[in-house]
């Protein structure tokens, strides 16, 4: 469907706002299906300090379906992951 | 060598980052510098290898909202500029066509009625047609799914 027919739909002349109603509205359709899935992969490095555990989040995410990482020794299979339910206790040993 | 990873791992999310922890397991077997063995607890430590590619995030995203086709009329190429798919269209105009689904874009119909009427003070016009965007989501979600449901059939029941 087009934007002028969604329009004429809705009976509305404001192309701009409605092309940013859209947005929203797809915003929001993403929010609880899942209408389109992307897939963002990284690489994981050896912590060698504080932060080295914290990896970005890829732009325009909107929800999180699954975290997954690679087991080398299964066949290279992503296996899913589990949230962390609780706050980890952070030792700050530079000299373990 | 990551091995188990979906029982070793574990990640929170914290703003705009993902925190990665691995499990490492205690163990009685090593003794201490006085030869103790003293058990040691599991603990989580910072990822402790490199793996190349190691993370997948799978996520939904606002991916090419705005297409020069129909989207019900033709397949999307994976890979963008192939003919015969439809390629975003960065700066949308009238005739540019929404990336949904005929169902998803009655839906949008439906909220932008809602948006128009909020703009007028209409509040009870809104709540109308947005309990009708929310009746085409939930419609287009059971388009999807088919459900039988079979019942037994009595032993003397008559027909």
Same mark, same amino acid.
Request: no cysteine; hydrophobic share 35%.
């Given at each position: 469907? #087009?934007?002028?027919?969604?329009?004429?739909?809705?009976? #509305? /002349?404001?192309?701009?706002?409605?092309? +940013?109603?859209? $947005?929203?509205?797809?915003?929001?359709?993403? @929010?609880?299906?899942?209408? @389109?899935?992307?897939?963002?992969?990284?690489?994981? #490095? $050896? +912590? +060698?300090?504080?932060?080295?555990?914290?990896? @970005?989040?890829? +732009?325009g995410l909107i929800s999180i379906n @699954?975290?997954?990482?690679?087991?080398?020794?299964?066949?290279? $299979?992503?296996?899913?992951? /589990? /949230?962390?339910?609780?706050?980890?206790?952070?030792?700050?040993?530079?000299?373990? | 060598?990551?091995?188990?990873? =979906?029982?070793?791992?574990?990640?929170? %999310? %914290?703003?705009?980052?993902?925190?990665?922890?691995?499990?490492?397991?205690?163990?009685?077997?090593?003794?201490?510098?006085?030869?103790?063995?003293?058990?040691?607890?599991?603990?989580?430590?910072?990822?402790?290898?490199? &793996?190349?590619?190691?993370?997948?995030?799978?996520?939904?995203? !606002?991916?090419?909202?705005? &297409?020069?086709?129909?989207?019900?009329? &033709?397949?999307?190429?994976?890979?963008?500029?192939?003919?015969?798919?439809?390629?975003?269209?960065?700066?949308? =105009?009238?005739?540019?066509?929404?990336?949904?689904?005929?169902?998803?874009?009655?839906a949008i119909v439906e909220y932008i009625?809602? %948006?128009?009427?909020?703009?007028?003070?209409? !509040?009870?016009?809104?709540?109308?047609?947005?309990?009708?965007?929310?009746?085409?989501l939930s419609d287009n979600e059971s388009?999807?799914?088919?459900?039988? &449901?079979?019942?037994?059939?009595?032993?003397?029941? !008559?027909?």
């Amino acid at each position: 469907m #087009t934007i002028l027919e969604i329009m004429e739909r809705a009976n #509305t /002349r404001d192309t701009n706002l409605v092309i +940013a109603w859209i $947005k929203d509205a797809i915003h929001q359709i993403q @929010s609880t299906q899942q209408d @389109s899935v992307v897939i963002n992969k990284q690489n994981i #490095t $050896k +912590a +060698a300090d504080g932060d080295d555990n914290q990896y @970005s989040l890829p +732009a325009g995410l909107i929800s999180i379906n @699954s975290v997954s990482i690679l087991d080398t020794q299964d066949d290279n $299979k992503y296996k899913i992951i /589990r /949230r962390l339910g609780f706050e980890p206790v952070v030792s700050e040993d530079t000299n373990p | 060598m990551s091995f188990d990873t =979906s029982n070793n791992w574990f990640y929170q %999310k %914290k703003g705009r980052k993902l925190h990665i922890f691995q499990m490492r397991t205690g163990s009685m077997l090593v003794p201490d510098s006085e030869g103790r063995l003293t058990p040691a607890a599991d603990e989580l430590i910072y990822p402790s290898e490199a &793996i190349t590619n190691g993370l997948r995030i799978e996520y939904t995203a !606002l991916t090419k909202p705005f &297409i020069d086709k129909d989207p019900e009329t &033709i397949v999307e190429s994976l890979d963008a500029g192939v003919d015969g798919g439809y390629v975003e269209v960065t700066s949308p =105009s009238e005739a540019s066509h929404v990336n949904l689904n005929t169902m998803l874009s009655l839906a949008i119909v439906e909220y932008i009625k809602a %948006k128009v009427a909020e703009r007028r003070g209409d !509040l009870k016009e809104k709540e109308y047609h947005m309990r009708d965007y929310y009746k085409k989501l939930s419609d287009n979600e059971s388009n999807l799914k088919k459900v039988f &449901i079979t019942g037994t059939q009595p032993v003397f029941a !008559l027909k």
